[in-house]
């Protein structure tokens, strides 16, 4: 199971469309359907805003949004705490409130994370600097955060 963010979804959404990649989509249909491919319901608001038209294909898709719950809500509590934010004084630079939502979902379903973001090369002094991949790697996480083509290679044979 991979919990997929918004950045990663739209990503492939704009890279690989389906008119072009019609067997990839197909596929990505079979996981969701098959409970393999999991958004939570912040990502999903995220991709609604960010584009409708993959929302309403995830949608169709058969996708019903994991809701946050109070394990993930707990989660989201300890890796905020290790990351020094207090109450909702988020940096600019670092993870939000709903990258945050997500990593927990992460957590609470022992599933990997489908990210865009960048790794950072050297992790800044500030944890409340720390984007998706290196808040994954922290001790209250211990989230395994892979990129779309990492999925994509994941299945070790072409989308046909």
Avoid at 62 to 79: D, H, W, Y
Wanted: net charge negative.
């Amino acid at each position: 199971m991979r919990v997929f963010d918004a950045s990663s979804i739209v990503w492939a959404w704009d890279q690989y469309p389906e008119s072009l990649f019609p067997p990839l989509w197909k596929l990505m249909e079979v996981e969701i359907r098959a409970g393999e491919i999991v958004i939570p319901e912040v990502a999903m608001r995220e991709i609604g805003h960010v584009s409708p038209d993959c929302q309403d294909w995830l949608t169709i898709a058969g996708l019903k949004p994991a809701p946050i719950t109070n394990e993930a809500l707990s989660a989201a509590r300890k890796i905020k705490a290790q990351l020094g934010i207090v109450d909702d004084n988020y940096h600019s630079d670092g993870v939000d409130e709903n990258d945050i939502l997500v990593i927990a979902v992460a957590r609470t379903l022992a599933a990997e994370l489908v990210s865009e973001e960048a790794v950072q090369r050297s992790l800044p002094l500030n944890k409340a600097k720390y984007r998706i991949p290196a808040t994954c790697r922290l001790p209250s996480a211990g989230v395994k955060c892979i990129r779309f083509v990492d999925y994509l290679r994941s299945f070790g044979r072409p989308i046909q």
